[in-house]
């Protein structure tokens, strides 16, 4: 342990002058061994993060992640996510804040996967290849966005935090609670939670999104559908009205026909005499 905690602090010393070191070591509560570097302010750790993600070292793929200030939720300090929540302050009716201008502004942090709609022009969900762009869009807050300030949460999707999360945090491997102190199973519990509320929240909005946007699309199939029958009535009207005007036209040159034959006649018979 003491070795690898040693290589650890030597080969991340490379990158600048390293203030605190804290290693922990890997045990029945923790998978795998991990460490927490603090450099100096003139050490630019987003670079570090984004060309050295999931290096090797000692035969291992190392995972790199940037701490997030104590003031946000535990569970973004704690779960890693490629999925940025983004919103403004108060409602608007701007149309440019839309996917197209979210997508060319935040993908100065990374690759960006997906923009999807969860609020019109109110709340946007971005998903990026790496996990490191949602911390560092978080870490350079404030964002605004035509004066108004934007709001930035870490999105960790409900299904990960019941299939990873609750396991690691509260079970061994062998799947028996773990003898935390009370006080450490309560603090993890509501961390838990507080991760549950907010997945759900914006899982229902995406949904009810999701839900509008089907209705929209079948109203305007319905629309289209009405539009096009009452186009085909009115061309069935104008058939109809243009098959009378030829058959009653056909009668007038019929007529017509008579009247001349008859006058043919009258003066046959005037020439006659």
Avoid: W
């Amino acid at each position: 342990m003491q070795r690898t905690c040693f290589l650890f602090s030597s080969y991340f010393s490379q990158f600048g002058k390293i203030e605190s070191y804290t290693f922990f070591p890997k045990s029945p509560q923790r998978q795998n061994a991990s460490a927490l570097i603090t450099y100096g302010l003139s050490v630019d750790v987003g670079k570090i993060v984004e060309n050295y993600q999931r290096m090797r070292f000692n035969g291992h793929h190392l995972f790199l992640r940037r701490t997030l200030p104590s003031i946000r939720p535990m569970f973004e300090q704690i779960m890693s996510s490629n999925e940025l929540l983004i919103s403004l302050k108060s409602p608007s009716n701007d149309e440019e804040f839309n996917e197209i201008n979210l997508r060319n502004y935040f993908s100065k942090y990374g690759s960006i996967i997906s923009c999807r709609i969860v609020i019109v022009h109110m709340t946007f969900l971005i998903k990026f290849v790496e996990t490191h762009c949602v911390d560092s869009a978080i870490i350079d807050e404030p964002h605004f966005y035509n004066n108004q300030e934007l709001i930035l949460r870490k999105y960790v999707s409900p299904n990960r935090i019941i299939f990873c999360r609750p396991k690691d945090m509260l079970f061994d491997e062998d799947n028996r609670l773990n003898k935390f102190p009370l006080a450490e199973r309560i603090r993890r519990l509501k961390h838990i939670v507080e991760a549950f509320q907010f997945g759900y929240e914006i899982e229902l909005k995406l949904m009810k999104y999701s839900y509008q946007e089907k209705i929209s699309k079948y109203e305007d199939m319905i629309r289209m559908r009405n539009k096009n029958q009452a186009l085909k009535l009115t061309i069935e009207d104008k058939r109809r009205m243009g098959k009378y005007m030829n058959d009653l036209y056909q009668i007038k040159i019929k007529n017509e026909q008579n009247r001349i034959n008859e006058l043919i006649k009258a003066i046959d018979s005037l020439t006659f005499y």
